[in-house]
């Protein structure tokens, strides 16, 4: 009896090699994420002392006492040159901005790739390289027209001025009518004489097969979405439409004057602001990676 | 359940190219008819009209009494089995099939109780709730079959839905096809380039050629009175032979040989012979000296590759035979050979 426990293990026990190779690679990938770490990290500590202290000591490595208080501030406590505007507020702004941003361009890309695809239309193709040219035309470049049209519909601080100019998108037609094209055929014909017509045949089965691709999509459109500043810095003037992105820098500026910045509230400002992103490629992880490879529909 | 008629129906691509030369045939209500051609021959062309997916440039196509030339896919009345199978990746077996009736508005305790039934009739109740993904090739079929079967439509179109299976499968689907049809009673035409599918499920085979009709007919017929040399190449593995003679004198002659039949009489020039391999005898007193080259052993039978006359000539044998490569004489069937006018290649 004692025997045979003793043997058990003693047969199933190898020597374990130490594999230098796989050491080097988890070295190489823990200094990268450390690397990458460390920004939001610091951003994290900072946040966590008083302005008084960060405006003596810069930066700093160790947690404080005020992380909390600062948090709280920087999401509840009106601020802003009104002081009518706190985090919260911001947070909603830049999730409608986001949201709305990813969903515009996934509907409208959707619709226009499916219209290039699938339908016998006069210079389809040429459509589409026109609408693939306007990559070359971002924003910035477009900037002032796009704000003069938008100004003319009277259409500054509000959601609608926000989002729209921005949802049309040539890398979202670009993808989808990728997608389509790799869609067989054979599936819109038997779709066809099962009697579904165009707009069926849309919602039925190209949207639930697009699915994955939405996904990844939605991601770097809700990313993008998230991030922007210099659009929405021009068309809201009114600060009860301010973006997370901006009012972290509204809060320094606003305290520059005759106090000391809050660098405080804005670092927890900057990570509330990160937040969503990151939460948002975590969830959508797998899809992201499906929707971007996965061919065979 | 209806018959479907095709008058002077001609294909014609924008770019000037002619898929479909104007065509002209009848399917009785309830018959299986198979379009056979090797590829680009139209085939597809035709039946992809037929199911309305495909324009047609000219001529009346009729389903039932009803001319459907400009009449939507949906609403023609028919179902459609694709060679890819087209299932809906997203939907369970049980949607894939019951998509075309709720599409036009089939109640739902219509359309569960008839999409059982379809399941029943292709041994697919324990699937109903799998998506096609989890299923075999064999099975995905069935439930394209399942698809059109629901619907209950006047026609049934095949487009290959065989040619994505392994053999043995095929062989298995290719009789549950055929008596599926034939229980139903449905009229149904089936596009393939597999001969041999042609022939064992067809009522009448149609055999096309560079957007020709070679030949209309039972698969006897078209086995045993090919209409042309195209014809009796494609149908039949192996192959027809076909080799160069002349008539003269009311007799075919091969170079060397004469007297292998009466010709018709008003008839002098060169023409092509044909003989079916399996309708040549080794016999030591035979007429004809045939040289073997190659002995090929297909189990049931033997297949002899050589000449006769210098012309390649194959001869199809009993297991039991023995031959060695080498001359051996032989006496072709009289009444097996068949004549080709030796230009156009139409039977004489």
Known sequence: MADTTLEAPAATRRPRRIRWETVGDHVVLILGSLLMMLPPLIALTTASHDAVTIHREGLQLTLGDDLGKNFKNALFEKGGFTKNVNGMLMLMNSFILGIGFAVGKIIISMMAAYAIVYFRLRFATLAFWIIFTTLLLPLEVRILPSYEAIQKLGLTNTYTGLIVPLIASATGTFFFRQFFLSVPEELAEAA??????????????LVPLSRTMIAAIFII????????????????TDES???LVRGIKQIVLTYTDANIPEHGLALALAIVAMIPPVAIVIFFQNWFVKGLTESDK | M????????RKVYPNGFQAVESTSFTIQDGEFVVLVGPSGCGKSTLLRMIAGLEDISDGTLKIGDRVVNDVDPADRDIAMVFQNYALYPHMTVRKNIGYG??????????????????AKMLNLTEYLDRKPAQLSGGQRQRVAMGRAVVRDPALFLFDEPLSNLDAKLRNQMRIEIKALQRRLGTTAVYVTHDQVEAMTMADRIIVLNEGRIE????PYEVYHNPASTFVASFMGAPPMNLIEAEVAEQQVRINGYDGLMPAPAAYVGPVTLGVRPEDVELNNQGSVTFRVDILEELGAHRL??????EQPFSVLVG???????GETRVTLKPDALRLFDAETGKTL
């Open chain 2, 304 to 309: 002899l590759h050589g000449t006769i006359a």
């Open chain 2, 2 to 9: 209806a018959q479907v008629s095709l008058e002077g129906i």
């Open chain 1, 241 to 243: 439409f301010f973006t």
């Open chain 1, 221 to 236: 459109m809700f990313v993008f979405g998230w991030n922007q500043y210099l659009w929405p810095t021009l068309i809201t």
């Open chain 1, 192 to 205: 066809r004489i099962d009697g579904a017509g165009p707009w069926k045949f849309f919602i039925d089965i």
């Open chain 2, 215 to 218: 030949q209309i007919g039972t």
């Open chain 2, 319 to 325: 297991k039991d035979e023995d031959v060695q490569t």
């Open chain 2, 101 to 118: 009736l709720k599409n036009r508005g089939t109640p739902a305790t219509e359309i569960s109780a008839k999409v059982e039934d379809a």
